[in-house]
């Protein structure tokens, strides 16, 4: 799926001599049931050799600025100041940071992967690791350095939590432990298998987490994913997001967007959280694209917050301003990283507008005239200054040049450190090792990344004790002050993360006087339907609420419930205005919730004119047409076929509507060749499955009326009995039906 000449058969020579090496362990495998040795790497040595591969770079300087005259070639907006807190030069295995993050304890945790974007075949095993940098004297810059995992592969995500270091690894999504306390991980558990890997950079990636710890992480498109859970199986194919629950070992597509390969998602002070599309220019609120989604069917998305005259790509890297250290009045501005053309940080204003959002461009944060700058993540730090990740090389791109283009830079990375002199630094809070009654007074602190922290050490600590000072925490706050209602949101989140959610305290926010914590207390009802039991009840209320931001978090969780009781919810929140922001997100529940594709935007319930054991019919053809491998794999959710694959509609056709005994004859013996449906001729190359063998009388009257009755169709019911006499009547037929064969049988009606 990507274009010549590193397109589908990219890597011939090194997908050859992978095989050969394959073979080679195959037969060592089966020689050591002998008790035979073989010796690998003289093996390894007489496989094929690769060719050398040329640079087709062609811009002009080779060059990489160090130093002083890197930090020269950085421009910064009046005020700030950046420094250099870490190289290649002092810290070798700095080489390629792609994601940094500070712990508890306010140390700098960086992912590095030289090994990017693909390993040599025969050479060493990747050697990526994740590091962690302190300054230990003070002086602003990196001084000392522990590598916390080393052999890893491309570590493109990681999370620090109270239970270890949450991480993708390939295919896997594993979870890291240092058991001893040495600094270094001793302990890899693999938590989920199964996310397609074959595009590196578009393997789960980017990972952060809402305020009850549950862990978000980008995929690209061109994968499939296919992941077993105890929840059952999780399947997405091209880009959207993941979250899963640590405390309930739960996995979740939670949004499926059209989004190239998004490396950025951050959680504003209320718990919305936004996305940078990276591949594309936009920056995008998250919640109404997180509609419950249908396998390969995109979700609509938001709209793009961007101010066309600033729209950059390909970005990596957001994060919202939330520093004393920075001026007040950019307090929840957004900023953004760009990495080819525009070479730095952007940075945009985010203000309420209705349902939704606004921006405007308001600065350039930092701009760089240095063609191997690549700025691809940031974070504030516990002292309230902003660390940026330059993954710093020539090359940029993964199809534009060969995997081994000697181009390809596997040594260089920096790590730079922006403040704004004229305000003081934050004093920095303590975290790890903090008190609760500490921690809990941490949640009224202005910084978003302190209380980030906050929480995850408080996730950490036994609920037993965490909970009976939360709610003397609750009780003792000051109603006057004007975060009042911000603080109890803390706390609430404080409970979800523990997984036991204060049932009052959501209440109490649901009813809040800002719509802020009204709409943030609809997220958390939307994830807790395992602990209150009125769950829909308490929806259907928030669909009725006056402010459209929290009918749409109403409509969005309504889309995770069952059909019923989530159509019964649109139903309320169909009363008041459906606006621009809402309206797909409305239209996409409504049409999932009825098993039907996004595209018909369905924004009324139809009632089926079937009743008593034909409606019943109805309900389980339904369920049959929508299995994996069954009608809905070539007719499509829609009933619209795929005409340009081969697959015709069964929309709006006499193939369908009209006769029982033909409609009935093709789908126990199959369908092959020529047919002419709704005035378009298809080929019939592909033979339709024949169901005879696979469905019982009553399954396949009740997926055939389910056909005949949805996708705009209109007739009569079929009846076990008439399939079980048809059954009967065609029972020595051998083969495929052929369309000719069964016109002549049953001409189309007029």
């Given amino acids: 799926r990507r274009y010549n000449p590193f397109g589908p058969d990219n890597y011939p020579a090194e997908i050859k001599k992978i095989r050969e090496m394959t073979l080679i362990r195959d037969t060592a495998i089966w020689r050591a049931l002998k008790g035979e040795q073989l010796n690998l790497s003289k093996s390894d040595a007489m496989t094929s050799s690769l060719p050398e591969v040329k640079t087709n770079y062609k811009a002009g300087n080779l060059n990489y600025l160090s130093g002083k005259d890197a930090l020269s070639t950085l421009k910064m907006a009046p005020g700030f100041k950046i420094d250099l807190f870490a190289s290649e030069q002092e810290f070798p295995d700095l080489a390629k940071p792609f994601q940094l993050t500070f712990d508890t304890k306010g140390r700098l945790w960086v992912a590095t992967m030289p090994s990017y974007p693909h390993y040599k075949p025969g050479d060493t095993k990747p050697n990526d690791k994740l590091i962690v940098l302190e300054d230990t ?61 074959h595009d590196t950079h578009h393997n789960i990636h980017a990972f952060t987490t809402d305020p009850s710890g549950a862990i ?25 997001f993941y979250r899963y629950s640590p405390q309930l070992r739960k996995l979740e597509r939670t949004a499926q967007p059209y989004v190239p390969n998004p490396w950025g998602i951050a959680f504003d002070d209320w718990g919305q959280n936004f996305y940078a599309a990276t591949s594309s220019p936009d920056v995008r609120w998250m919640m109404p694209a997180s509609v419950k989604p249908r396998y390969g069917v995109e979700t609509p998305g938001s709209r793009d917050l961007v101010q066309p005259e600033h729209r950059v790509r390909p970005t990596s890297g957001l994060e919202f301003v939330s520093s004393r250290h920075f001026p007040a009045e950019w307090q929840g501005d957004f900023l953004i990283n760009n990495t080819i053309g525009f070479l730095g940080t952007k940075q945009h204003t985010l203000t309420d507008e209705g349902t939704g959002y606004k921006s405007r461009h308001r600065q350039d944060l930092m701009v760089s005239t240095d063609k191997n700058f690549r700025p691809v993540a940031m974070q504030f730090a516990p002292d309230g200054s902003l660390f940026v990740a330059d993954w710093h090389n020539i090359l940029i791109g993964h199809m534009q040049h060969n995997a081994r283009d000697p181009l390809r830079d596997h040594v260089h990375g920096r790590i730079y450190r922006i403040t704004y002199p004229s305000r003081p630094l934050v004093v920095p809070a303590k975290v790890d090792g903090a008190s609760i009654s500490a921690l809990l007074e941490n949640l009224k602190l202005p910084e978003y990344r302190t209380r980030y922290r906050t929480r995850a050490e408080l996730r950490g600590r036994k ?35 523990l997984n036991k959610v204060d049932r009052e305290l959501l209440l109490q926010m649901l009813q809040a006087k800002d719509y802020h914590a009204r709409a943030a207390a609809v997220r958390v009802l939307r994830y807790t339907g395992h602990q209150i039991q009125d769950q829909h009840e308490l929806l259907t209320r928030a669909a009725a609420d006056k402010h459209g931001r929290v009918r749409l978090e109403a409509i969005v969780a309504a889309s995770w419930l069952p059909s019923d009781k989530g159509l019964a919810v649109l139903k309320e929140a169909r009363k008041s205005e459906i606006d621009d922001w809402m309206k797909p997100a409305y239209e996409t529940a409504m049409a999932h919730l009825n098993g039907r594709s996004a595209a018909e935007k369905i924004v009324a319930i139809e009632e089926v004119s079937l009743k008593g054991a034909e409606q019943e019919l109805y309900v389980k053809g339904k369920a049959i047409y929508a299995k994996e491998g069954f009608c809905i794999t070539c007719h499509q959710p829609d009933g619209k076929g795929l005409p340009s694959s081969g697959f015709p509609p069964l929309a709006g056709t006499k193939w369908v509507t009209g006769s029982e005994d033909r409609l009935i004859k093709l789908v126990l013996k199959g369908l092959h060749g020529p047919i002419e449906v709704n005035g378009k001729k298809y080929a019939g190359q592909v ?64």
């Fill in 216 to 240: 978000y992480m980008g995929e690209g498109l061109f994968l499939h994913t296919n992941v077993e859970t105890s929840y059952g199986p999780v399947r997405a194919t091209n880009g959207g």
């Fill in 463 to 497: 609920a037993a004790e965490v909970l009976p000072q939360l709610k003397t925490w609750v009780a003792a706050l000051d109603k006057n002050d004007p975060k009042y209602e911000h603080h109890v949101l803390e706390a609430l989140w404080v409970s979800w993360g």
């Fill in 137 to 197: 004297n003070g002086d602003g810059k990196a001084d000392k350095q522990t590598v916390f995992a080393d052999g890893l592969h491309l570590p493109v995500g990681f999370e620090i939590t109270a239970d270890g270091v949450y991480l993708s690894q390939g295919t896997n999504f594993m979870l890291l432990k240092d058991t001893d306390g040495d600094g270094k991980a001793d302990k890899k558990e693999i938590l989920l298998s199964g996310f397609d890997d």
């Fill in 687 to 750: 033979p339709m499955t024949p169901f005879g063998g696979m469905l019982k009388d009553e399954e396949l009257a009740a997926v055939l009326t389910y056909v005949r009755n949805n996708f705009g169709n209109k007739a009569a019911a079929v009846s076990p009995a008439k399939v079980k006499a048809v059954r009967n009547a065609v029972k020595a037929k051998t083969g495929f039906y052929a369309p000719a064969e069964l016109l002549k049988q049953h001409p189309i009606e007029k």
